[in-house]
């Protein structure tokens, strides 16, 4: 577990199960209002530590609707309270927008659209924080076949990821590189997929992950 107190949030990173997924708590430190994101189907591990934080959940976050990262929406909601928020409005009581901010507290947790690797991901900047479900993971990216959505996540991470300061920390969806968090510029320097000089070379990649993941001892 990846746990920061700092004076103007309260941050959790789970290990939740199923394949390496990650949820995130975030709570406002002075009003103890708090999100989960990206549930999983982990709710007693989740709010265990919600518990013990002594917050109020109010939110529920979906970075997108793939039942590994919604599977506990509604038992958390049920206990809590919370609203789901989300792009998919058939799994979420809110639909959220891009550029959207959305309170907890003083916190200020600020929507961006990334389609790709579904048309609902998006990815939520908090702070000097942005989790990024998953369209950006560390050293690696979701998945996609080799058409428009693949052209919709080289956009996505090109154009609303990679334009964020190289400082901002990234927390992914799941627990997939050699560390559970990065940052954007540690991403643009090592990431394979982002070092593409272009989007055909970006898809090539793709297409030949296997083979580059065993030449590069890349697990």
């Known amino acids: 577990m990846y746990a920061i107190r700092e004076a103007t949030m309260v941050f959790r990173q789970l290990k939740i199960g199923g394949d390496r997924n990650f949820a995130y708590i975030i709570a406002d430190p ?7 994101v990206d549930p999983g189907s ?7 530590e919600v518990r013990k934080l002594q917050i109020k959940i109010t939110h529920i976050f979906n970075t997108h609707s793939h039942w590994d990262h919604i599977a ?27 550029g959207q901010v959305i309170h907890l507290g ?3 947790m600020t929507i961006i659209h990334t389609p790709g ?3 609902d991901s998006m990815c939520i900047l908090v702070e000097n924080k942005v989790l990024t479900g998953d369209t950006l993971f560390v050293g690696k990216i979701g998945g996609t076949g080799y058409g428009r959505d693949a ?5 996505s991470l090109h154009n609303r990821l990679l334009i964020l300061p190289d400082t901002t920390e990234v927390f992914p969806g799941h627990d997939y590189g050699i560390t559970p ?9 090592t990431n394979p997929f982002l070092l593409q000089p272009d989007f055909a070379s970006f ?4 297409r030949n992950w296997t083979a580059y993941k065993k030449a590069h001892g890349i697990q």
């Open 42 to 48: 982990d709710p007693d591990t989740i709010m265990d």
């Open 151 to 155: 052209r919709q996540e080289y956009d």
């Open 181 to 189: 968090s990065s940052t954007i510029g540690r991403e643009k320097r």
């Open 30 to 36: 002075v009003t103890l209002q708090g999100a989960i």
């Open 203 to 206: 898809v090539d990649l793709k």
């Open 117 to 119: 690797h579904t048309p």
């Open 106 to 108: 003083k916190l200020e």
């Open 72 to 98: 506990a929406n509604g038992e958390i909601a049920a206990e809590t309270g919370a609203r789901v928020f989300g792009f998919d409005s058939s799994v979420s009581d809110v639909t959220v927008s891009d």
